[in-house]
């Protein structure tokens, strides 16, 4: 039913659809098309009977009020839902450059400006979620896309999904999860400065910090917080000290957002423009 008269309501007969752009658990992402204004988007196709399924209504309702409610040039927006008998549709943005993770495979590493202008996106934009409350958006490399001018957008609504292109070793694995989340304690905004911290080590040396053989390796590795930073690739002692700023086991001496921000690293190197504060909508 229609709560709100304005509100567009939504169907598949607005929109052409074009390739699949990922595939998982959950249904597919595909490019779409809506007709009357030609705008292009990605359009997630939900499955009902799996949300049934997993009993999952609950989380993806919240998900998507979240999804909803969160403007920010560096988190992927849901423009609108709708659904049909079997499927539920989320008309997301569409990130024309696709995943970070496929650049960083590609290059092998990052250069210093654009690992210090993404982690700069990530700070801005996590900053902003925790303003309205969300926290642990699941910020893996897999769920970071880049739109058409190569700015970081964080994608993620809980229900990852794995892109066609070939499948990261991401699932399942523990590299990204901070100490207290390994442990399942109680985790709180902190745990997202960790996962900075892992992802800027990344950016820079092409492979998470406490990768190991064994799950249970990576897991010591974390727990004891291993850190160690190889002689190649050249990376500058900024970078190395904001790294070893966050990835503190303490979640409370972890490197605030805001500090992040204004740490000499990423004022030196991070691009302004990308940095831009929130849309004024
Ligand atoms: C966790 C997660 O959502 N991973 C990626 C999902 C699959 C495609 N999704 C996209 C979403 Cl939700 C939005 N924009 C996208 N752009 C692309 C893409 C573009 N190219 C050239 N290649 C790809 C791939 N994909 C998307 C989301």
């Known amino acids: 039913q229609n709560q709100n008269p ?6 598949l007969q607005d929109f052409e659809i074009g390739k699949p752009l990922g595939k998982g658990k959950f249904g597919r992402v595909y490019l779409a098309r809506e007709l009357k204004s030609k705008y292009i988007v990605a359009l997630k196709v939900i499955f009902k009977e799996q949300i049934e399924k ?3 209504h609950h989380q993806l309702r919240r998900e998507m009020e979240i999804q909803t409610s969160l403007r920010h040039p560096n988190v992927l927006m849901l423009y609108g839902w709708f659904h049909d008998d079997e499927r539920i549709y989320l008309i997301l943005e569409y ?3 696709g995943e970070l993770y496929r ?17 700069a996106s990530l ?9 309205k409350d969300v926290i642990h958006r ?15 957008k964080i994608a993620d609504f ?21 100490p207290e989340m390994v442990e399942n304690k109680a985790h709180d905004y902190a745990v997202d400065n960790w996962t900075l911290g892992i992802l800027c080590y ?58 992040i921000m204004e740490h000499p690293w990423i004022m030196k190197n991070a691009d302004p423009m990308d940095k831009c504060s929130k849309l004024d909508l």
């Open 95 to 97: 990130a024309h450059r």
């Open 158 to 178: 809980g229900w990852s999904v794995q892109s066609t292109s070939k499948r990261h070793t991401m699932c399942g694995t523990l590299d990204y999860l901070a």
């Open 6 to 11: 304005q509100k567009k309501q939504w169907s």
């Open 202 to 259: 990344e950016f820079l040396y092409g492979v998470p910090p406490f990768e190991a053989e064994s799950q249970t390796d990576t897991f010591r590795r974390i727990m004891k917080v291993d850190l160690s930073f190889p002689s190649t690739p050249q990376v500058s002692a900024e970078a190395k000290d904001l790294i070893s700023r966050l990835l503190v086991k303490d979640s409370s001496k972890r490197l605030s957002l805001q500090k």
């Open 103 to 119: 650049e960083l495979r590609k290059t092998g590493h990052l250069t210093e400006k654009q690992a210090a202008t993404y982690i």
């Open 138 to 152: 699941d910020i893996k490399p897999e769920n970071l896309l880049l739109d058409h001018e190569g700015r970081l």
């Open 54 to 56: 997993y009993r999952l």
């Open 123 to 131: 700070a801005q934009a996590l900053a902003y979620c925790h303003e």
